[in-house]
């Protein structure tokens, strides 16, 4: 069974960065579409952003020109890189396939803040 640890997420000024990681363990992600997904305080689980297993990419609206997601097959890894943070990216993000297939993990918060 495929587990998924989410790790990188800090406390950042606005306008800063940070690069997130998704480390899959027990099996080989490289054949799966994987995105992120965050949960703001009070507020729904939303998704981010997704990778196919060919690479091609999707963000929402409210990221896109801001984040990059990557994959690193070779280390069973998918990579959210985020610029130019706002405060209202303040969130637990985490990783996922787009059917949610596998158990949620804890997730790593990010927290945008002067």
């Known amino acids: 069974q495929v587990q998924l640890v989410e790790s990188g997420g800090d406390l950042v000024q606005p306008g800063g960065s940070l690069r997130l990681s998704c480390a899959a363990s027990g099996s080989s992600v490289s054949g799966k579409a994987i995105a992120w997904y965050r949960q703001a305080p009070g507020k729904q689980r939303a998704f981010v952003a997704i990778?196919?297993?060919?690479?091609?990419?999707n963000y929402a609206p409210s990221v896109k020109g801001r984040f990059t997601i990557s994959r690193d097959n070779a280390k069973n890894t998918v990579h959210l890189q985020m610029n130019s943070l706002k405060p209202e990216d303040t969130a637990v993000y985490y990783c996922?396939?787009?059917?949610?297939?596998?158990?949620w993990g804890q997730g790593t918060q990010v927290t945008v803040s002067s």
């Open positions: 996922n396939t787009i059917s949610q297939e596998y158990r």
């Open positions: 990778i196919t297993s060919a690479g091609g990419t």
